[in-house]
């Protein structure tokens, strides 16, 4: 490697004009022989890159025609990492460089431990143009491409983040992605965490990720009406381990608290959670209005109780429940080849007062359904030929439909949620949630771009749909008595 100086040598600064142009004139080739060879029947393109790369990446490693030297120190170490490198290579892929190096050759970076330990990743990107990263490796990637203003990289780093939210870790990684992504404001990363979150909750919750969730983020799941998890107690139970772990101030533990959807549990769970429960013991005083009502919604009748309360708020509004009593699994063998059908039972509603009443629900799925637009017509010739229609237009169609009159339903309406499971890095977790009201018996958009026909498709697990239907029953407010 060169020696460090204060000035450039001669010989480097010879090395680098050549090096410049021949980059320039790579580049000026390559747009000819795309322009030349447009159009020519015989025309071949002959393709080195990848030796060019392998020259580039030898010219990183060996210091070979350096201009520019980057020192990159830790504040806990008097040693620094020496890189030679070359100012066209680093200006080319960021401004802060080009900036750095317009008046000076040798550069003193100071980094955090996390970050020095990839810088040598970092720059072997500015020369190649790719880069293998692990988990634990992309936020520190990230800060490096974002504080040298690298936006190609930044923006691969974050991508590879939103596809790895389902990758197994050992201490969990999508709590803490969040919270970088609300510290350094990408509203599409942290829309992606928060996301997967509230639609795989019931894994995070056993995970150890769990206790690293901020105040915030924890009030922003619990204010979620499409959380996906077992029940509301599961839920409870989550919470309870959280704030003891974490014990935070009365205030916020009491909003907590109060996010919690008491209605949705049954009362021998509640009885059960007031005299066991030493947080709710804590701080009864905060939550007790909100326990007197879950009793009082329990024990009336959905129709008498909403003549004196509010209904549809957020507290009487069920989650994206997997107990039985709310939906059913289907997993659908072959799902590209013909219509199937299907049925299952769920409670009328989530109060005991309807705890003996069920609702039968039958559930039609076809892989290929053809809206209007597509179907076969009669044309005007003489023949009065069908026009063809073509497999690959139809879309898959999901239709669930009581098998109980609405009259049966009186002050109860419903929402239906389809969830659908695809394998991520090996894991089975939740892709899509399609919603729809009882008023609709399908959804518009269900699975509108999946390819089922092909074997590879990403929402088939061993070639089968794998599906969870959830009825959310939804009671309405009627005219109130005055009290």
Not at 237 to 255: D, F, I, M, Y
Not at 399 to 405: C, F, K, N, R, Y
């Amino acid at each position: 490697m060169a020696r460090l100086t204060g000035a450039r040598p001669v010989a480097a600064r010879r090395w680098g004009c050549a090096a410049a142009a021949f980059l320039l004139l790579l580049l000026t080739v390559q747009a000819a022989q795309k322009g030349d060879l447009s159009g020519d029947a015989t025309a071949a393109t002959i393709n080195h890159s990848l030796t060019l790369l392998q020259r580039l990446q030898e010219l990183l490693q060996n210091g070979n025609g350096s201009d520019s030297v980057l020192r990159v120190r830790t504040a806990n170490s008097d040693e620094a990492k020496v890189f030679h490198t070359h100012q066209l290579l680093l200006s080319l892929q960021s401004e802060v460089f080009e900036s750095l190096l317009r008046n000076q050759s040798i550069v003193t970076l100071h980094e955090p431990p996390e970050t020095a330990a990839l810088f040598e990743k970092f720059i072997r990107y500015l020369y190649c143009g790719g880069v293998s990263i692990l988990l634990h490796q992309a936020i520190p990637m990230h800060q490096l491409a974002s504080k040298y203003r690298v936006w190609g990289l930044q923006r691969g780093v974050a991508d590879y983040m939103k596809t790895h939210l389902a990758s197994e870790s050992s201490q969990g990684h999508v709590v803490g992605w969040y919270h970088y992504a609300v510290r350094v404001g990408d509203a599409a990363l942290q829309e992606s965490c928060l996301q997967f979150l509230a639609w795989n909750l019931s894994a995070v919750l056993g995970s150890a990720e769990w206790g690293s969730v901020s105040v915030e983020l924890l009030l922003l799941l619990l204010e979620r009406s499409d959380l996906v998890l077992h029940s509301e107690l599961e839920l409870y139970t989550a919470v309870e381990g959280w704030l003891s772990r974490r014990q935070p101030e009365g205030p916020v533990a009491e909003r907590v608290l109060r996010a919690i959807r008491y209605p949705m549990i049954a009362p021998s769970q509640l009885f059960r959670l007031q005299a066991q429960s030493a947080v709710l013991a804590r701080h009864h005083g905060a939550v007790q209005d909100l326990l007197f009502q879950a009793f009082q919604f329990h024990a009336a009748s959905p129709l008498h109780f909403a003549k004196y309360f509010d209904v549809n708020c957020s507290m009487f509004l069920p989650r994206n429940y997997l107990a039985p009593s709310w939906g059913s699994q289907w997993v659908i063998n072959n799902p590209a080849r013909d219509d199937r059908s299907t049925s299952f039972q769920t409670q009328l509603g989530p109060s005991s007062h309807d705890a003996g009443k069920r609702v039968t629900w039958n559930v039609l799925f076809s892989p290929r359904w053809l809206p209007v637009s597509l179907r076969p017509v009669y044309s005007d010739s003489v023949s009065g030929a069908v026009q063809p229609a073509r497999i690959e237009d139809g879309r898959p169609r999901l239709v669930i439909t009581p098998a109980m009159s609405s009259p049966d339903f009186a002050g109860v309406s419903f929402q239906k949620t389809v969830l659908v499971g695809v394998r991520q890095q090996g894991r089975v977790v939740v892709k899509h949630a399609y919603s729809f009201h009882q008023s609709s018996d399908e959804a518009a958009d269900f699975l509108a771009h999946a390819d089922l026909q092909k074997r590879a498709s990403e929402y088939l697990i061993d070639n089968s749909l794998h599906l969870h239907i959830i009825i959310k029953p939804v009671y309405h407010s009627l005219i109130k008595v005055k009290k």
